[in-house]
Structure formats: structure tokens, C-alpha cells
Nanobody, 126 residues
Framework: QVQLVESGGGSVQEGGSLRLSCAAS????????LAWVRQAPGKEREGIAY???????TYIDSHKVRFIVSRDNAKNTLYLQMTGLKPEDTGMYYC????????????????????WGQGTQVTVSS
């Protein structure tokens, strides 16, 4: 069974930084995607970045400057380094797995991301 466990969230002041972790296990298929997703209170889910099982990462343009994805394959862990945090970044951050087809990841809006972690809360105060 695929298991995703997020950690690293917390409360920071505006302009601060956090590094989130997603520990992944249980993948039997070499072709898959991992996505960082967030959901602010009262708002819809928002994709941050997508990473393929082969190491290619695609950022949503609005997050490309402040958010950086990396991974430690030996530890089966995906990271999200966030800098210059703003109050509007407050929300629950999730790691999710979805299909990799034709070298591209499906959108989080496709309904195909069926494995999700429990999420980690990020709170940014002004």
C-alpha cells in the first residue's frame, strides 16, 4: 500500500522559511507522480509542484520563485523548501501521488490522485 506522511509544518512569521517533508513508501510501479498541494481555509485545493518518479519537476508559475522541490531517493523522501512565506500561504499542505503518462503528471484537479498524506499545517502570521 502506498503511504505518504508529511511533516515539517509549523507557525512562522511573515518572511520566514519552512521545509516540509513527505516520506513515501509502498510504490510498486516505477511510473508515478508526486505533487505538493495546499488548501487554505475556505478555499479549493491548489497545486504547488509536480515531480515524476524519474526526477523531473514542474512548478506552478506563481510558486516557482519561493518554493523549491527536492528529493532524497535513498530515504524515499520528497521535500518542499519554502521561503519568503506570506500570510496567504497559510493552509494545510499535502503530498499526493498520481499517474505519470507520456512523461507528464496529471493535474491535481483530474481526480486521479488517490493517495494522500494526512497533511501538515502551515501558519504564517503578519
Amino acid at each position: 500500500q502506498v503511504q505518504l506522511v508529511e511533516s515539517g509544518g509549523g507557525s512562522v512569521q511573515e518572511g520566514g522559511s519552512l521545509r516540509l517533508s513527505c516520506a513515501a513508501s509502498g510504490f510498486s510501479d516505477l511510473n508515478y507522480c508526486l505533487a505538493w498541494v495546499r488548501q487554505a481555509p475556505g478555499k479549493e485545493r491548489e497545486g504547488i509542484a509536480y515531480t515524476t518518479s524519474y526526477g523531473a519537476t514542474t512548478y506552478i508559475d506563481s510558486h516557482k520563485v519561493r518554493f523549491i522541490v527536492s528529493r532524497d531517493n535513498a530515504k524515499n523522501t520528497l521535500y518542499l523548501q519554502m521561503t519568503g512565506l506570506k500570510p496567504e500561504d497559510t493552509g494545510m499542505y499535502y503530498c499526493a501521488s498520481g499517474p505519470l503518462t507520456g512523461g507528464r503528471c496529471s493535474s491535481i484537479n483530474s481526480g486521479k490522485y488517490i493517495h494522500w498524506g494526512q497533511g501538515t499545517q502551515v501558519t504564517v502570521s503578519s
